[in-house]
């Protein structure tokens, strides 16, 4: 999924799209992107292909639209907005599962792997997440200064859980990062990330097979389970372990790094997360770090499938879509001084996770994962530090995911 070449905006009178995030504002969007919001909540812009998709930059109107059944997820519409060709946008849907269809197969899908993210069920993994996080801190402060954080804790921990979840073996780690990095790579190439994809698929579809006859306690051996009682295909099986797989560790983990750093840069804001025994603080904490950093780029894209009438405009039906989440959430009208970070601010109406029926499954485990490393990180290591300048910081400008490659830390 590449985010250039960027359209000539001069053939076709509107705006390019996307403009990724820079060195001038790593932790907040681009000031082209933001001009977006100056042509109102919705608007047209030049895209992939010299297509002119809506895009659309106010809170109210995200929220309507994700919710509105006219708008379908399905990648090979030929007005979707996307970067790669209809065929291989076809072959994307059905091995993304349920997030590139449209009901009622997306929640005949959904339903199958939502019980285990219910939040009685990821609460009671608190404990585990709580012990992991100080025995990976114990590794840090037994080894040597400066460590990259993002090696050392925020992307093990993720992985670790998700691959306890699905019944993954942890010991394929590296085979299961490297491919995912590649996949949210915007500068990796099409057939790059068609078959680290593909790759991810074969090795979810043969962990499928092997838990069909030997099954344990965990999601996998469910879907096997389903499988086999005819409710599921093994290739929608696997499609759903990838989708989950990817889910469940690249945008925690990035979370847990672009996250800590905004925190150290943000001192007053980081005592009050370290310093507090109320659980709630540190949720509404972490809601807030979920607003400001915005992580998923390239929006929510859809197309319309009837003619919508929405905020003065009319979206014909075989119009592409694109619901950008982070100018809904730095929209003033829902977050007042939206540009400053404010952990005590009510953040929680923010889209970070989407809305509507395709709002992201597994939400209550991210929260879970969040509310739980930020503060026993800063309570442990109190004079944690980033080793180098915020300038010299490798962020994920490349990346569909927006995160840090990598961390150095001391204290």
Known sequence: MSTAPRADTAATGTPA???????????????????????????????????????????????????????SAVFSHPGFPSPVDPEKAGRATADMSFVGMDDPEHSRLRRMVSGVFTVKRIEAMRPVVQKLTDDFIDTMLDGPRPVDLVQALALPIPSLVISELLGVPYEDHHFFQTNSRTIVSATAGAEARHTAHSDLAEYLDDLVGR??????????????????????????????GVLLLLGGHETTANMISLGTLLLLEHPAQLATVRDTDDPKVVAAAVEELLRYLSIVHLGRRRTALEDIEIAGRTIRAGDGVILLGELANRDPRVFPDPDTLDITRDARPHLAFGAGTHHCVGQPLARMELQVIYPTLFRRIPTLRAAIEVEQVPFKYDAVIYGIHELPVTW
């Open 17 to 71: 799209f996307p403009d990724p995030r820079s060195s001038a504002c790593p932790f907040g969007v681009s000031p082209e992107m933001r001009a977006l919001t100056d042509r109102g909540p919705v608007s047209r812009v030049t895209s992939w292909g010299g297509s002119t998709p809506w895009v659309v930059t106010s809170h109210t109107e995200q929220k309507t639209l994700l919710a509105d059944p006219r708008l």
């Open 211 to 240: 838990k069909t006859s030997a099954p344990g306690d965990d999601l996998l051996s469910a879907l096997a389970a389903r499988i086999t009682a005819g409710e599921i295909t093994r290739r929608e099986a696997a499609a759903m």
